[in-house]
T-cell receptor, first 116, second 114 residues
Framework: AQSVTQLGSHVSVSEGALVLLRCNYS??????LFWYVQYPNQGLQLLLK??????LVKGINGFEAEFKKSETSFHLTKPSAHMSDAAEYFC??????????????FGEGTQLTVNP | NAGVTQTPKFQVLKTGQSMTLQCAQD?????MSWYRQDPGMGLRLIHY???????DQGEVPNGYNVSRSTTEDFPLRLLSAAPSQTSVYFC?????????????FGPGTRLTVT
């Protein structure tokens, strides 16, 4: 079965510092990969997705992620953290024989704290 | 567009009670799904639907029923609530199942079963 693992349930950075949230996936076929963000007491919102086009994917709010097949990774980065980036971030996978494009398998989530 | 709406926002049930969580979307999306979110476990798929009249089980379907009589609505029924069903429930929709279209999530329903 497809799965994703997010390394670090909590990440804390200073405002202006680099944000790096790690995601590794497991899939027997080329996957579709997603990052979603959840602000407090809200639903999830798509940040970006990889669908086998460019390996470097740019999303909203200055975030980007790079698909690395050799490392089975899809880490999320932002050069300079802002206080408004504080939220929970979820990596998700879908696609291939095991699931359709829309059936998502989520990671456990990473809570990002941004310190002033 | 209202997007994906869910009612109620909060609910407290006693063990053994039944209830229906409502979900509606006004984007004419074919694909709809229900997830539950528990701390440290991410979101897990309960049931999904690829169109009116078609539903299927996800990862954690036990204790839940769904139906899809219209494109817009996808209610989730708890037949006999148990404390293990205390969770936050999210409904989501996307244009089609077949491709990795963006999924739009509702604001969630916080359910507590005592």
């Amino acid at each position: 079965a497809q799965s994703v693992t997010q390394l670090g349930s909590h990440v804390s950075v200073s405002e202006g510092a680099l944000v790096l949230l790690r995601c590794n996936y497991s899939s027997s076929v080329p996957p579709y990969l997603f990052w979603y963000v959840q602000y407090p007491n809200q639903g999830l919102q798509l940040l970006l997705k990889y669908t086998s086009a460019a390996t470097l994917v740019k999303g909203i709010n200055g975030f980007e992620a790079e698909f690395k097949k050799s490392e089975t990774s899809f880490h999320l980065t932002k050069p300079s953290a802002h206080m408004s980036d504080a939220a929970e971030y979820f990596c998700a996978v879908s696609g291939g024989r095991e699931t359709s494009g829309s059936r998502l398998t989520f990671g456990e989530g990473t809570q990002l704290t941004v310190n002033p | 567009n209202a997007g994906v709406t869910q009612t109620p926002k909060f609910q407290v049930l006693k063990t053994g009670q039944s209830m229906t969580l409502q979900c509606a979307q006004d984007m004419n999306h074919e694909y709809m799904s229900w997830y539950r979110q528990d701390p440290g476990m991410g979101l897990r798929l309960i049931h999904y639907s690829v169109g009116a009249g078609i539903t299927d089980q996800g990862e954690v379907p036990n204790g839940y029923n769904v139906s899809r009589s219209t494109t817009e609505d996808f209610p989730l029924r708890l037949l006999s609530a148990a404390p293990s069903q205390t969770s936050v429930y999210f409904c989501a929709s996307s244009y089609s199942e077949a491709r990795p279209y963006e999924q739009y999530f509702g604001p969630g329903t916080r359910l507590t079963v005592t």
